[in-house]
C-alpha cells in the first residue's frame, strides 16, 4: 500500500479532517438539491435549453463574482467568509423549498433561486480553497486537494441516486429541503475552527486596488495562465455531459428522476477512483500527459453517450467522464495553489473558477441551445471535438512541471527609519535603486531583471535606466501610490525569490549593497497670478 499513506496523509490534521467530514454532508445536500432543480425543470417545461440553464445558473455567479471573492479571501478572515456564504446559501435553500411546497415554482423562479445559490458559492469557493493550505502544510496541499474532489465525488455517486430517490417519492421540494439541512453541520465545523492568524502589521487592501494586485500577479505569471486557458476549454466542452444528462435519461433512455440519479451516481463513481489514483498518476505521468489523456477520453465518452441509446454504454461512459473530470480540474487547483503565495492565492483561485466557471456556464448555454435545435447525438458530437481539441491545444500552452517552490514569506524585510515624519497614506512614493554592474555581467543582471518581480508584486511606473556617463551605473525606478503600499510590496517577497535578489546584490559592484533612494513625490504649483512661470533651468 504504497500509495495510500502519502493519498490519505492530510486526514492526519485534524482541522481538515472535521472540515472535510462536514463538507461530505454538505455536497450530498448540494448535490441532492442539484437533481431536484434539474428534474423539477423538466417537468415544468419541455425546453432543452431551460434544462441546461440549471447548470449554467449555478456556475455563472462563480464566473461574475469570483474576483471579489477572492480579494475578499485574501484580505478578510477567511473563515468568516465560509461562515457567511454558508449561512447565506442555507437561507436561500430554505426559502426554495418553501416556495417549492407551495407550488410557485416557475422556470425563471427556479432559475433566481439557483443563480442566488451560485452566488453564495462564489462567495465560499475561494476562501475554502485558500484555506486548504491554512490546515495542512505546503507538501500535504496536493493530497488535500484531491481529497476534497474525492470527497465531493464520493457523495456524487450516491448523491445523485438519493435525490433521485427523494425527487421521485418526496417531491422536489423534499430535495430542496435536505440540502438546507446539509449546511447545518459545515457550518458547526468552521464555527469551532481555530485558525492561526499571523499578526496584521498592515491595513486591509482596498477591493479594487486587491482585485487589481491579483490581476497583475496572474497576468505575469506565464504558468497560470496556461492553467486558465485550458481549464476554460476544458469546462466549455465537458460540461455537455453534465448539462444534458436529464434530457438524455429523459428522452434517450425514456427514464425518470431515479435513472438520472444513476446516471450521475455513475459519473460521481468514475470521479472517486479519478481522485484515488491521482498520487499514483502524477507519479508516473507528466501534469501536461495526465491532461491530454484526461481530454482526449473524456471527448471519447461525450461521443459515445451521443450516438448510443443503450444504458449500459451511457453508464460506463458517465464513469470514464467523471473520472477524466476530477483528475483534470484537480490537477489544475493543485498547479495554482502551488504556484501562488499565501498573499494572493484566494485571488488566483478566483481566477481559475472565474474560468472553469466561465466556461461551463457558456457551455451549457451552448450546448442547450445546440440540443434544443439540432438534437442531443450532434449537441453532444460537437462538444466532443471541442473537448478533442483540447489534446492538441497542449502542443501550444503545455502544463507546467508540478513543483512546489517555496513561496513563503521571506520576512527580511525592516521598515526603514525615515528623517521625514509621513503618514502609512501618504504618497506618492518614488523609489530609486542603484546598481554597478561590469560590462561581463550585463547578460545576467539584464536576465534577472526580465523577472520584473517587482513589478509582479505590486510596483508601478517601474523602468530601468543607464548612466550615459557612467555606463556601468544601472538604475532601477518604480513607484507606489502610498508608503503603505511601499512596505506591503516588499512584504510580499518570497523565498522563492530570494535567489534573484541575491544574485542581483551579488553582481552589484559598488561598495556595500545596492543603494536604494525612498522618495515622496511633491507637486510644485506656480506662484498666484505667475502661471506661466517657469523654473531656470540649465540647458548643459
Given at each position: ?24 454532508f ?20 419541455a ?74 458559492t ?35 455517486s450516491?448523491?445523485p ?17 435536505a ?5 447545518v ?104 500527459n ?24 451511457i ?34 483561485l ?5 474560468a ?11 450546448w ?73 555581467d ?15 508584486d ?40 530570494a535567489?534573484?535578489?541575491e544574485?542581483l ?11 536604494v ?24
Amino acid at each position: 500500500m504504497p500509495d495510500r499513506k502519502p493519498f490519505l496523509a492530510p486526514l492526519s490534521h485534524e482541522t481538515f479532517r472535521t472540515i472535510w467530514l462536514a463538507s461530505i454532508f454538505s455536497n450530498l445536500g448540494g448535490l441532492i438539491q442539484g437533481v431536484g432543480a434539474a428534474w423539477m425543470m423538466t417537468s415544468i417545461t419541455a425546453s432543452e435549453n431551460m434544462v441546461a440553464l440549471v447548470q449554467a445558473s449555478t456556475t455563472l455567479p462563480i464566473m461574475m463574482f469570483s474576483l471579489v471573492a477572492g480579494a475578499l479571501a485574501d484580505n478578510f478572515d477567511r473563515k468568516v467568509v465560509m461562515l457567511i456564504a454558508q449561512g447565506f446559501m442555507f437561507t436561500v435553500s430554505a426559502l426554495l423549498a418553501t416556495v417549492a411546497y407551495l407550488g410557485w415554482i416557475t422556470p425563471w423562479t427556479l432559475l433566481t433561486f439557483t443563480f442566488l445559490i451560485g452566488c453564495g458559492t462564489a462567495l465560499n469557493n475561494p476562501a475554502w480553497q485558500a484555506s486548504v493550505g491554512d490546515m495542512v502544510p505546503r507538501e500535504d496541499v496536493p493530497g488535500a486537494v484531491s481529497l476534497n474532489s474525492m470527497g465531493f465525488n464520493l457523495t456524487r455517486s450516491v448523491g445523485p441516486a438519493i435525490g433521485g430517490a427523494i425527487v421521485a417519492f418526496g417531491g422536489a421540494a423534499m430535495a430542496f429541503l435536505a440540502n438546507a439541512a446539509s449546511y447545518v453541520a459545515l457550518m458547526s465545523a468552521l464555527f469551532l475552527w481555530k485558525p492561526q492568524r499571523p499578526a496584521a502589521t498592515l491595513p486591509r487592501e482596498a477591493i479594487g486596488p486587491a482585485i487589481a494586485a491579483g490581476l497583475r500577479y496572474v497576468s505575469m505569471s506565464p504558468n497560470l495562465l496556461k492553467v486558465f486557458v485550458r481549464s476554460f476549454v476544458f469546462g466549455l466542452a465537458a460540461v455537455a455531459v453534465l448539462g444534458l444528462l436529464p434530457v438524455v435519461a429523459r428522452d434517450v433512455i425514456g427514464g425518470g428522476p431515479l435513472t438520472y440519479g444513476l446516471l450521475l451516481g455513475g459519473f460521481g463513481i468514475g470521479a472517486v477512483a479519478g481522485a484515488y489514483f491521482n498520487t499514483l498518476l502524477r507519479e508516473r505521468l507528466t501534469s501536461e500527459n495526465i491532461v491530454r489523456c484526461s481530454f482526449a477520453l473524456f471527448a471519447l465518452s461525450e461521443a459515445v453517450i451521443g450516438v448510443t441509446d443503450n444504458v449500459v454504454l451511457i453508464g460506463a461512459a458517465a464513469i470514464v467522464a467523471g473520472s477524466c473530470w476530477v483528475v483534470a480540474l484537480s490537477l489544475f487547483n493543485t498547479i495554482v495553489q502551488l504556484s501562488t503565495p499565501r498573499w494572493v492565492v484566494g485571488r488566483a483561485l478566483s481566477f481559475y473558477q472565474m474560468a472553469t466557471f466561465g466556461g461551463m456556464a457558456a457551455g451549457a448555454w451552448i450546448w442547450g441551445s445546440l440540443a434544443e435545435s439540432q438534437g442531443i447525438g450532434t449537441a453532444l458530437s460537437i462538444a466532443a471535438i471541442v473537448t478533442a481539441c483540447g489534446v492538441v491545444l497542449g502542443l501550444a500552452l503545455p502544463m507546467p512541471v508540478l513543483a512546489s517552490l517555496d513561496l513563503d514569506p521571506l520576512n527580511t524585510f525592516r521598515e526603514p527609519e525615515l528623517q521625514l515624519d509621513i503618514l502609512p497614506r501618504s504618497g506618492p512614493i518614488a523609489i530609486q535603486v542603484d546598481y554597478d554592474i561590469s560590462d561581463l555581467d550585463l547578460a545576467e543582471f539584464l536576465q534577472l531583471m526580465a523577472e520584473r518581480i517587482r513589478i509582479r508584486d505590486g510596483a508601478q511606473a517601474w523602468a530601468l535606466m543607464r548612466d550615459l556617463q557612467n555606463p556601468q551605473r544601472w538604475i532601477e525606478t518604480y513607484h507606489t501610490p502610498t508608503w503603505v503600499d511601499y512596505v506591503r510590496h516588499n512584504t510580499r517577497r518570497t523565498k522563492a525569490d530570494a535567489e534573484n535578489f541575491e544574485r542581483l546584490r551579488k553582481l552589484h559592484q559598488g561598495p556595500g549593497l545596492p543603494n536604494v533612494h525612498r522618495m515622496i513625490e511633491r507637486q510644485v504649483i506656480p506662484p498666484e497670478g505667475d502661471v506661466f512661470h517657469q523654473a531656470q533651468i540649465d540647458p548643459h
